[in-house]
């Protein structure tokens, strides 16, 4: 298997950075609203989304001795922090390169024919539209900043969506990576 130069892989795993955070706002979006649509569902005369009942604290008492082995709690650690870094590392460059076709196809919708600058042009809209979406369903301006933090991740995953776009429109035209091959 002949692997792409190096270039391109950096090139596109700003690309894939810029769509794991494009997926990221659109998921948490469309979580939010139906959450927020959820409210209003209500089967058998109870409404979906209700405040838990006051509870008093239970006394903790330890038995002693029972908990699990020093080893198994870091060999788990260890795992995750392994698994982790391989998802942080691999998945936005497969992200990018199984998202590649979606502006791609969205250019081919319309008269503007597909190039690097439209392909640029058609995340950064995406982006964009992301966060006027959420600024629609998700903020509320007199509410505190706890009931606002979905519309404050969307918007940061919208902005690192952007950067990481631009960073690679940069690079590619930069290092004059062919448009067939950028993600």
């Not at 190096?6 to 998921?27: D, E, S």
């Not at 196809?105 to 058609?122: A, H, K, N």
Request: proline letters at 5%; hydrophobic letters at 55%.
């Amino acid at each position: 298997m002949k692997l792409p130069p190096v270039k391109h892989v950096i090139a596109n795993y700003c690309g894939g950075l810029g769509y794991y955070a494009f997926h990221f706002a659109w998921i948490l979006l469309a979580f939010t609203t139906l959450t927020r649509i959820m409210q209003y569902v209500i089967p058998q005369n109870q409404p979906v989304l209700q405040t838990p009942a006051q509870t008093t604290a239970a006394a903790v008492t330890t038995s002693g001795g029972d908990g699990l082995p020093t080893v198994v709690v870091i060999a788990i650690s260890a795992f995750l922090l392994v698994a982790t870094l391989v998802l942080l590392i691999l998945l936005p460059y497969w992200i990018g390169h199984l998202s590649r076709g979606l502006s791609r196809w969205l250019l081919r919708q319309t008269s503007w024919g597909v190039s690097l600058r439209g392909i640029q042009i058609t995340k950064q809209l995406l982006s964009l539209l992301a966060f006027v979406v959420s600024v629609m369903v998700l903020f509320q301006p007199a509410m505190d900043t706890i009931a606002n933090l979905p519309f404050f991740l969307v918007t940061a995953a919208c902005v690192v969506a952007s950067l990481a776009f631009a960073l690679q429109h940069i690079l590619v035209t930069l290092w004059n990576i062919p448009e067939r091959r950028v993600y």
